[in-house]
């Protein structure tokens, strides 16, 4: 049985909880036991505004055990595994504190806040043997899991082009203070980056373009192209401005030699060269929820952690660096030149 610490309580901690609730109810050998929040007494009877809906608003927490600190938790309970969904600043150095001291740790992306504090993460994992997974949940996703397929086994030829998108309304608290969130560009953007390096591989260049709208946030609307080699296009934009209640959204359109895929509207549907277009059979379940439960029986079975290994979550923070030091620069190209394997 593995027990397992929450640490975070806004939107990302909670639509955590609601999967680990999910999979204890379909009788895997995971418990949840204890969450931790400086503001867990408030929280507890309040909303956590996000970008996807959770499964309730106002949570009952009496079955767990509530703590405001992380060592006192840390002291009090026998725990493997931390989840960590706190303010990107604080990733790396409590990952890497908590491998240090024996626990497994999920920690929601991005990775961190820099790709140095990325690296230090995923060189501790390797050193320490602990089972380090990053919640860059689109790799888990039924939508992007299809996509990964037909790119890897060549089913319609190869990629012509690719479009990547995805937005919302603003955020608030912390995620508008650039300097911690690193703006849309990082809290945001980098899933589609994440996704192009995940199908694509590690990009020769990127130039990217970045606008600031609402003050001290960072940029808030982005778009990015990535060269490669063979010379497909490749680009993807987020915009997390959109007004009223738009709602929010994610998709893509890539463009094989025989054939394109497209996803919108939580739809994917394929269109072939020759043949009619059709809607594949997918998974209804979310990224989050595969993930959460590919990751429990990484850790029981010892098996590395193919999809999201913590060196490829860093390389996609390089790319995001390397997005921001272009737009910086008025869209001028930027190489990439990563270790192999990133």
Avoid at 55 to 67: H, K, M, P, T
Avoid at 261 to 279: N, Q
Avoid at 319 to 342: K, N, P
Wanted: aromatic fraction near 10%.
């Amino acid at each position: 049985m593995l027990k397992i610490g929450l640490i975070g309580f806004g939107f990302m901690g909670r639509m955590h909880m609601d999967n680990y609730v999910r999979l204890m109810a379909e009788g895997e050998p995971i418990q949840l036991t204890a969450i931790c929040d400086i503001r867990i007494h408030e929280l507890k009877n309040s909303k956590a505004p996000g970008n996807i809906a959770t499964d309730r608003e106002v949570y009952d927490l009496s079955a767990f055990n509530l703590y405001e600190d992380i060592e006192q938790m840390l002291h009090a309970e026998r725990l493997d595994v931390i989840d960590i969904t706190l303010p990107t600043p604080l990733h790396a150095d409590l990952s890497c504190r908590l491998m240090e001291r024996g626990y497994h740790v999920l920690c929601e992306k991005p990775i961190a806040r820099t790709y140095e504090g990325a690296v230090r993460m995923a060189e501790t994992a390797s050193r320490t043997g602990r089972q380090l997974l990053i919640g860059q949940c689109l790799r888990y996703w039924p939508a992007y899991e299809f996509l990964k397929d037909c790119v890897d086994d060549q089913r319609f030829g190869g990629v012509h082009a690719g479009t990547f998108y995805r937005g919302s309304e603003s955020p608030q608290g912390w995620f508008l203070n650039g300097e911690l969130s690193g703006g849309c560009l990082l809290d945001m953007h980098i899933h589609d980056t994440d996704m192009i390096h995940w199908l694509f591989g590690m990009p020769d260049r990127v130039s990217a373009a970045g606008k600031n709208v609402i003050a001290g946030s960072g940029y808030d609307i982005v778009r990015t192209q990535y060269a490669y080699p063979d010379g497909k296009l490749i680009d993807a934009q987020a915009d997390w401005t959109y007004a009223g209640e738009h709602g929010f959204i994610m998709g893509y359109r890539v463009n094989f030699e025989h054939g394109m895929i497209v996803f919108e509207r939580g739809e994917v549907r394929v269109y072939p060269s020759a043949g009619e277009a059709y809607t594949p059979e997918l998974s209804s379940d979310t990224g989050y929820y595969r993930m959460i439960r590919a990751y429990m029986h990484t850790i029981r079975s010892g098996e590395p952690n193919l999809v999201c290994p913590a060196d490829s979550a860093a390389g996609s923070l390089k790319i995001i660096e390397a997005e921001q030091h272009s737009a910086d620069r008025a869209s001028e190209w930027v190489l990439l030149q990563l270790a192999s394997g990133q």
